[in-house]
């Protein structure tokens, strides 16, 4: 498990990557959208936080809508 904090100027996230799957485990945005999208696991899958304007994209792994 890798816990990665993004502090800026705008806010603060805390990232976790974890059994090959990555997420938004904290934000301090007033939304949460970032946070309520969950676990990442799939090439092409996504999450954002606009207010933070951080987005975290997974590149590698399965295609997506395609198991493991």
């Known amino acids: ?3 990665i904090p993004v502090r800026t ?3 603060e996230n ?3 990557v974890e059994d090959e799957e990555i997420f938004v485990q904290e934000a301090d945005c007033p939304d949460k959208i970032c946070v309520k999208t969950g ?3 799939k090439a092409g899958q996504v ?3 606009l207010p933070h304007k951080l987005m975290i994209e ?3 792994g399965s295609e997506p809508g395609v198991s493991k």
Do not use: N, P, Q, T
């Open 58 to 60: 997974v590149k590698g």
């Open 39 to 41: 676990r990442l696991s």
């Open 1 to 3: 498990r890798e816990v």
């Open 47 to 49: 999450a954002a936080c």
């Open 9 to 11: 100027e705008r806010g």
């Open 14 to 16: 805390v990232i976790v």
